[in-house]
């Protein structure tokens, strides 16, 4: 019987805890303790240019600027002509890690983090871009020899699986597991550094790639047990918040885990050209959607469209679909995003007919006569949805953004009726922007208002949530970017 690589999950006590890890029958005990970066007191001698924030927010518009109010737990750096930006450098030297962060970016900026001061991971606004080299976000970055011809002197450098990277302004999630290069006892490197795993706005990008040297702009060439952690803060505006590293007081072990040799090949559907597909979709903590429709594309933004409320549910871009669960052996019906996932909220009728703007919004169908309609789909393979409720008929089709920024959906109702009202966005927080769009759920997405015929958004409360709701005449448009 083969042996796999098990890893129980790390509990934190206020001081340390013990990792656990089974491999090829063997145990392991390992101290790791965590800290938390979100202070200018743990690092070196910090430039001008980084600051301590509350909040901060970008302009999609506008290069390498942002702006933020003053509070606690960001860290943000904004260099400009009095304040040059520079590195920041942790007090504190680590060997193997895990790093866990947020990090949010201006409009066209550049930055990286180093493992080490050494391995660079770099961060970078690549916003619609579909296919990602070692130099653009996420990428593992390149190596470099000068004495090499030119158009060679980079190498070594590893893409990204696959952009899942947000729009400038919204915070990102990434996490890094990382394994430091091995020496004897007299000095001699004895195994390369290895990034064990990088998962970026939940899609893993890189899995046990190994690293052969430092990256272009190491601190050194020379590689060590330990090394500090380094944000790159000379390349423009970008700010972290809720930075965590799990260190540990002895190297982990070295062997790769093994592979399973009971693994199901994954049935992976593409969209290289616009595509429709139906199946069961799980959405995280809701009611599974039953008459779900994923609509793929080949500018690598898909949506799913629950056919049952008249709603989009979820937005993601990467790959279209794993439709494994559904076609595997007997199958049960359902596919998986392949990509970064928004969630759009609970699945509930989209338009609805209030008595007042405050009123609350429906849960169900009763009284509104929803009949689904299917679709059509134009020239281009472009569905548009159709239903009916309170009598009216309803058209509602959505296409992707130049350059694959998101989507613009119109709604078109054939009918006028009083008192009907579309709903926008449901989230945990909801805030206008200057430019007059919101960030919806704690910046996850921005919603731009198109066209509203003069009607005007309401942000309300609702259940403890906010709510974005608006009056519908004839039509609607809007935009989710992400």
């Not at 898909?302 to 076609?327: E, I, K, S």
């Not at 007997?330 to 759009?344: A, I, K, T």
Request: with cysteine.
């Amino acid at each position: 019987m083969k042996s796999t690589l098990k890893v129980s999950s790390t509990i934190f006590k206020s001081i340390g805890a013990i990792l656990f890890i089974c491999l090829s029958g063997r145990a392991f005990a390992q101290t790791a303790s965590q800290e938390s970066l979100n202070d200018l007191s743990v690092f070196k001698a910090p430039s001008k240019s980084w600051q301590i924030a509350g909040s901060v927010q970008a302009d999609i518009n506008k290069t390498n600027i942002l702006s933020f109010s003053k509070g606690t737990g960001i860290l943000v750096n904004f260099p400009d002509k009095k304040n040059k930006g520079e590195d920041l450098y942790t007090l504190a030297e680590y060997g193997d890690i895990d790093l866990e962060l947020d990090y949010l970016m201006a409009s066209g900026a550049n930055s990286g983090i180093y493992l080490q001061g050494r391995y660079e991971i770099q961060l970078e606004e690549n916003w619609g871009l579909r296919n990602p080299k070692s130099v653009n976000n996420g990428g593992i970055y390149q190596r470099w020899d000068d004495s090499k011809p030119e158009g060679q002197k980079g190498y070594s450098g590893f893409a990204p699986r696959q952009n899942v990277s947000r729009a400038p302004g919204l915070w990102q999630k990434l996490k890094i597991s990382f394994q430091a290069p091995r020496f004897d006892a007299a000095g001699k490197k004895i195994a390369n550094a290895v990034m064990l795993r990088i998962e970026l706005n939940g899609v893993i990008i890189h899995d046990n790639v190994e690293l052969s040297g430092p990256t272009r702009g190491s601190v050194s060439n020379t590689e060590t047990a330990t090394g500090p952690l380094r944000l790159q803060g000379d390349h423009g505006a970008v700010a972290f918040r809720n930075i965590k590293v799990t260190k540990f007081d002895s190297p982990r072990p070295t062997e790769r885990s093994t592979t399973n040799a009971n693994a199901v090949d994954p049935i992976h559907i593409g969209a290289s050209e616009n595509i429709v597909l139906r199946s069961f979709m799980d959405l995280p903590g809701l009611p599974r959607v039953v008459h779900a429709v994923s609509v793929g594309s080949p500018q690598k933004i898909h949506y799913t469209y629950d056919m049952d409320n008249g709603m989009l549910v979820q937005v993601w871009r990467g790959g279209f679909l794993n439709a494994t669960p559904m076609w595997h052996d007997r199958g049960d019906g359902s596919s998986r995003p392949l990509g970064m996932v928004q969630g759009l909220g609970k699945p509930v009728q989209s338009i609805a007919r209030l008595s007042t703007d405050q009123a609350t919004w429906i849960s169900d169908t009763a009284g509104t006569g929803f009949k689904p309609k299917g679709y059509v789909l134009d020239e281009n393979g472009i569905p548009s949805f159709l239903y009916k409720t309170y009598g009216i008929a309803v058209n509602d089709q959505s296409k992707v953004l130049e350059m694959g920024r998101g989507f613009s959906r119109k709604i078109t109702i054939s009918d006028q009726v009083n008192d009907l009202y579309f709903r926008l966005a449901d989230a945990e927080n909801i805030i206008q922007t200057a430019d007059g769009m919101y960030l919806i759920d704690n910046q996850s997405y921005y919603l731009r208002l198109d066209d509203a015929a003069g009607s005007k958004p309401i942000i309300r409360d609702q259940n403890g949530r906010k709510e974005l709701i608006i009056p519908i005449v004839k039509s609607l448009s809007y935009s989710i970017l992400f």
